[in-house]
T-cell receptor
């Protein structure tokens, strides 16, 4: 079983739709959860970051973490064509020595297309 | 704030040749990472530096890959000799301290023929 599972899609939705992206994981030590957006031929860009369980909202984006189910989600409201990209979930445990000594484990990414 | 810089952006080489990639992190970022992203996959960590020192290189194929970080700033990643399966995008990233804010560069797309 992979540490992080993410449905690669592709996912195609009409403009204005609510998009739901999900990842499951197996490592119960993961505490930090992130969503990255990656446009074609670009590096990943951090969208959302959450620590432990709970919800976090930023504009049209909402990230949810359910540690009891080992399940994280990203919701995009009022989706726009400019949201078309690959969305990567990433997570990390507290590394050796804490602080900045950690590594990110990524899902495969979900390719999203928002059609005008 | 200038982002993470990488060069070259694209490289095509034949198998068994050598290649080197360069990365300049965001100024002041102590932690630098090299990730490998194969087409259709998420990035995989190859090596992590904290200032000059290596923190994690457990997934670096050390028989052919090497990396160094000069004076705790710039870094180079080298592959010698390259194999077909090394075709991927090599992403450099940096962070100040861990708060999830890892900044990625645009990547170097390597094609090994």
């Amino acid at each position: 079983q992979k540490e992080v599972e993410q449905d690669p899609g592709p996912l195609s939705v009409p403009e204005g739709a609510i998009v739901s992206l999900n990842c499951t994981y197996s490592n119960s030590a993961f505490q930090y959860f992130m969503w990255y957006r990656q446009y074609s031929r670009k590096g990943p860009e951090l969208l959302m970051y959450t620590y432990s369980s709970g919800n976090k909202e930023d504009g049209r984006f909402t990230a949810q973490v359910d540690k009891s189910s080992k399940y994280i989600s990203l919701f995009i409201r009022d989706s726009q064509p400019s949201d078309s990209a690959t969305y990567l979930c990433a997570m990390s445990a507290e590394g050796v020595g804490g602080g900045s000594n950690y590594k990110l484990t990524f899902g495969k990414g979900t390719l999203l297309t928002v059609n005008p | 704030e200038a982002g993470v810089a990488q060069s070259p952006r694209y490289k095509i080489i034949e198998k068994r040749q050598s290649v080197a990639f360069w990365c300049n992190p965001i100024s002041g970022h102590a932690t630098l990472y090299w990730y490998q992203q194969i087409l259709g996959q998420g990035p995989k960590l190859l090596i992590q530096f904290q200032n000059n020192g290596v923190v994690d290189d457990s997934q670096l194929p050390k028989d052919r890959f090497s990396a160094e970080r000069l004076k705790g700033v710039d870094s180079t990643l080298k592959i010698q000799p390259a194999k077909l399966e090394d075709s991927a995008v090599y992403l450099c990233a940096s962070s100040l301290v861990f708060r999830g804010a890892t900044n990625f560069g645009p990547g170097t797309r390597l094609t090994v023929t």
